[in-house]
C-alpha cells in the first residue's frame, strides 16, 4: 500500500523560499498522478499544484503559478516554492493516485480526489 511522507516545511520571511519533499513508499509513483494540495486554518483544502508521472504534464492553482514549481524524481515528489508571502501559510500535503485519473484529479487544475494524502507538513511566511 502506497505511503506518502511530507518534509521540508517550516518558517520564512516574505519572499523566502522553500521546497517541500514527498517521500513515497509501499508502491512505485510510475504510472501515477501526483499532487500538492494545502489548508489554511479556517479554509478549505485547496489544490496547488499536479504532475503526471509519465509525461511530465502540470497544472498549477491561479495564485501560485509562476512562482511554485512541482517535479518528481523517481519516488520523490517536491513542490519548490519562490517568493513566498503570508498567504501562502497552510498545511501542505502531498497526494497520488493511478494515472488513469489524470482528467478527474489534475487535468482541469488539482482536485482534492486523489486517493492517497501524506500527514502534512506546516508552513508558515512571516510578515
Known amino acids: 500500500q502506497l505511503q506518502l511522507a511530507e518534509s521540508g516545511g517550516g518558517l520564512v520571511q516574505t519572499g523566502g523560499s522553500l521546497r517541500l519533499s514527498c517521500a513515497a513508499s509501499?508502491?512505485?509513483?510510475?504510472?501515477?498522478?501526483l499532487g500538492w494540495f494545502r489548508e489554511a486554518p479556517g479554509k478549505e483544502r485547496e489544490g496547488v499544484a499536479c504532475i503526471s508521472s509519465t509525461s511530465g504534464s502540470t497544472n498549477y492553482a491561479d495564485s501560485v503559478r509562476g512562482r511554485f514549481t512541482i517535479s518528481r524524481d523517481n519516488a520523490v515528489v517536491y513542490l519548490q516554492m519562490n517568493s513566498l508571502k503570508p498567504e501562502d501559510t497552510a498545511v501542505y500535503y502531498c497526494?497520488?493516485?493511478?494515472?488513469?485519473?489524470?482528467?478527474?484529479?489534475?487535468?482541469?487544475?488539482?482536485?482534492?480526489?486523489?486517493?492517497?494524502w501524506g500527514q502534512g507538513t506546516q508552513v508558515t511566511v512571516s510578515s
Open positions: 509501499g508502491a512505485s509513483l510510475d504510472y501515477s498522478v
Open positions: 497526494a497520488a493516485d493511478r494515472l488513469m485519473r489524470w482528467r478527474e484529479v489534475c487535468g482541469y487544475g488539482p482536485s482534492a480526489d486523489f486517493g492517497s
